[in-house]
Every structure is written in structure tokens, then in C-alpha cells.
């Protein structure tokens, strides 16, 4: 990998190359131009299984906020991430199921429907800017398809649902309903969306039971490109009138629910966030 100062990301170790055979000539691939050192960060994980989970969140000046590891058997969660429910019946860090390179799993109560499971970033780091490329991707996977909310992305600060059928009122997200089997993109302002539904069947994917999915989005000259598994699926043009206020302050959430009393769980590979300065 090129990494001189201020290089662009045009070798990656784990994803496909800009112009593939997966997005055809002259589509980018979704994290070329993102800062290397944050690219390095999430790479490296690919030959380094005693890493685990890497989480990097990185601020417009490319500090990171910063990356914290969940090996096979760890349960902390510490500052500046916060592991919450939208219902009075907390969340928890199960055992930690032994897979190669680990995973995060982290596990709504099973008291009641609608308890969740909400993991988040307490630095609202983020703002949509026309004029400031921004990259999210994780790689994760769900207990059961159809039996439980899931959501994925950049939301408002306030975001902590009573009913996680309730989305944000702002943000750059994936949500899925709690009987769906797939997601759908929401570029969200004032409680109003403009959505590409379906992403996973636009890339010929079918969601399956922990099964990891990698959701992507890739904001480039105020557009928002959107990518499941590297493969892009569609885009919200500039200027599109529900993309997120610049004044809004976003934060990293992910966010798994139940639909019964039962408790779900959502397995995190990797997840990142960055934007440039």
C-alpha cells in the first residue's frame, strides 16, 4: 500500500480496486480518497485475527476519536462509545462468540418488544457539507431477518427510540423493519426521507441469518453514493432537499431491536467512519 502523505486509497487490501469488474469502469470504489490512516486502521484487521472488532470514527480533521478493539472474550465498552437502550431494560455485551478475527456482539434485553440494543459514538463529529467527502462502511450480522429493527449510519444526537420502528430525525442511514428482510437507505432531514429501498436486492444480495453484510456510503461533491458488499446500488443527488442540514450535528449509531420478548443480536466486523478536512 501507497502510504506517502496524502495519498489517495487506490490499493486497498480487502475491498475491490476503483474500476472492477463488481461497479465497471470509472465508478469509484467507496473508499478511494479516504484518509489512509484511517483506511490502514480497518485493512490491517484482514491479516491481524487477534485484533478483533476494530471501531474508527474519525473528525473532519482526521483525528481519530479513536479506535477501540473487542477481542474474542472482551466486554468494554468504554468512552467515548456508549451502549444504551431506547426501554428501561438495558442491553448487554454477551460471551463473545469465538470467530476468526472476533466480532462485537451486542445483545438487546429480552424482556419486552421494542427492547434495544444501541451503540453509539458520543462525539457528533459529522455534519453533511456539500464541499467535504465523507465514508461510512460496516460489515455486520443480524440474529434473525425478520424479527427485529435494525438501523446503521449517521444520525441525530437525540436518537434513542422508545419503538426503534421510529427513525431518526435526521441523518445518512440503513434501517430495516422488524418483519423485513432487507434495508433500505434513508437520506433523512426534518423527519422527511428521500430512500433507495431494497439495497440488497439491487446488489443481488439476500440477507441472511449471521451472515455478514458490508453497508456503505461514500458522500462525494454533496452526493451520497450507496454500496452493499462493495457493489454500488444508487445515489442521492446533490441538493436533494432531504439531505441532512450542514448546521445538524450527526453521530455513529448501530442499533439492533427485538419484535417479542426475546433478545437479538447484532455481530459488528468492522466499522468505519471518516471525513476530510
Not at 487506490?10 to 463488481?22: G, N, T, V, Y
Not at 444480495?205 to 455478514?212: E, H, S
Request: proline letters at 5%; aromatic letters at 8%; hydrophobic letters at 45%.
Amino acid at each position: 500500500m501507497d502510504v506517502r502523505s496524502g495519498a489517495g486509497f487506490r490499493d486497498p487490501l480487502r475491498f475491490q480496486h476503483a474500476e472492477s469488474a463488481l461497479n465497471g469502469p470509472g465508478v469509484p470504489h467507496y473508499l478511494d480518497g479516504c484518509s489512509l490512516d484511517a483506511v490502514d486502521r480497518l485493512s490491517f484487521l484482514n491479516d491481524d485475527p487477534e485484533r478483533g472488532t476494530d471501531i474508527v470514527t474519525v473528525a473532519e480533521d482526521f483525528v481519530v476519536i479513536p479506535a477501540i478493539d473487542f477481542g474474542a472474550a472482551s466486554a468494554d465498552v468504554t468512552c467515548p462509545y456508549t451502549l444504551t437502550s431506547g426501554s428501561a431494560n438495558a442491553p448487554t455485551i454477551p460471551a463473545q462468540p469465538n470467530t476468526v478475527g472476533g466480532v462485537l456482539r451486542v445483545q438487546s434485553a429480552g424482556t419486552a418488544d421494542n427492547d434495544s440494543a444501541i451503540l453509539k459514538c458520543l462525539q457528533a463529529a459529522f455534519r453533511y457539507s456539500t464541499t467535504k467527502a465523507l465514508w461510512y462502511t460496516i460489515r455486520f450480522a443480524v440474529q434473525a431477518t425478520a424479527t427485529g429493527e435494525q438501523l446503521v449510519g449517521l444520525v441525530n444526537t437525540a436518537y434513542s427510540p422508545a419503538d426503534p420502528a421510529t427513525l431518526p430525525t435526521d441523518g445518512l442511514f440503513f434501517s430495516k423493519a422488524t418483519a423485513a428482510t432487507d434495508f433500505t437507505f434513508q437520506a433523512r432531514k426534518a423527519s422527511t426521507s428521500t430512500s433507495i429501498a431494497n439495497v440488497l436486492a439491487l446488489a443481488g444480495v439476500t440477507l441472511v441469518a449471521d451472515t455478514m453484510v458490508e453497508l456503505s456510503f461514500r458522500l462525494i461533491d454533496g452526493a451520497v453514493h450507496v454500496y452493499v458488499n462493495g457493489k454500488r446500488v444508487g445515489f442521492v443527488v446533490l441538493n436533494d432537499a432531504n439531505l441532512p442540514a450542514a448546521a445538524t450535528a450527526l453521530q455513529v449509531v448501530s442499533l439492533v431491536a427485538t419484535s417479542a420478548a426475546a433478545t437479538k443480536y447484532m455481530d459488528i466486523d468492522h466499522l468505519l467512519c471518516s471525513q476530510e478536512r
